[in-house]
């Protein structure tokens, strides 16, 4: 079994998270647009509201070295131990003048608790029917390349620990961050077991034609696209691909980016439209009886922390998730 599977309580959700998924550069992070707090900010608003109690949360474990090389090579995983390498990953320029010692701690650490705690929220999402990392969605690492804040890549391995462990057969991932996952789409070229989803700006970073080779359901919007013409196509598609394959698992990127004003996407959803779509993703995923696991991916505006909150507890009021516990799913053989 996976050292990163841990089993939870009855009277937790399956919410995963750890005060020590934020980053801190001595607030040489503030440099970059990412809002490094994000995820204890999302935290907090779920406290302030009473939605959940510290109890409730699941802490997940850091991924180690050999937990990594499930998916990443050793060539890859040696070069994050030069700050030049992570500061062109970071996008954090001055990173690269920092000892490595201090890098590792203050960001690749997170980063590696948050890819465990992605892998944790697969399984748990089995066992529970739905889970939330509140962090991950690095979807611009692949096996072998960082890039876009992405150190590891987290979605891979969530899938192929779920192939190996939990004998899943067939996984989708719905990308719904503004920016092409390029990561994750060249470590599943070929693999048709992988069914990809992607609705993203096709203005904006990375433009991988290589990468998107992968998708097989590509929906490419412009810039400034709005809250109908959004929420329309996605339907659409969602609805279409779900006809065309049968997932055990649906693997929900869940970025923020497309909010109105943020920097880096270039789009015009509202507030009000990102709680919509994560709803219809859920309700949907509910109504064909597929597990779904959410990572909250991008979102470079302070106020997405509180979007993100009350669209979790939208899912709540709206009956789509809740902390009943389904039936333990128990370990499987391996299928390879």
Known sequence: M???YIDIRDDQWPLVYDEKYNVSFCGFEKLHVFDAKKWRNIIQYLLEANFITQECLVKPL??????????????YLKSLKWSGKVAMIAEVPVVACLPNILVQRAYLKPMRLQTGGS???GKLALE??????VGGGFHHCSAGRGGGFCAYADITLLIKNLVVHRNVQNAMIVDLDAHQGNG???????????YIMDMYNRHIYPK????????????ELGNKVEDLEYMLKLRKNLKAALKEFKPDILVYNAGTDVLDSDPLGHMRISEVGIIKRDEFVFEI??????????????????KTARIIADSIMNLKNKGLIGCEPKNKVTDKPDRF
């Open 128 to 133: 529970r029917g739905w889970a939330i990392n």
């Open 62 to 75: 850091e991924a180690k070295e050999n937990d990594l090389l499930v998916v990443h090579t050793k060539k």
């Open 208 to 219: 991988d034609e290589e990468a998107k080779r992968a998708i097989r359901r590509k929906i």
């Open 184 to 194: 994750y789409q060249r470590d599943f070229l070929g693999v048709p077991e992988v």
């Open 119 to 121: 892998v944790l929220a």
């Open 2 to 4: 996976s050292y990163l």
């Open 285 to 302: 995923c509910k109504e064909k009886e597929i597990p779904v696991v959410m990572l909250t991916s991008g979102g470079y505006l302070r």
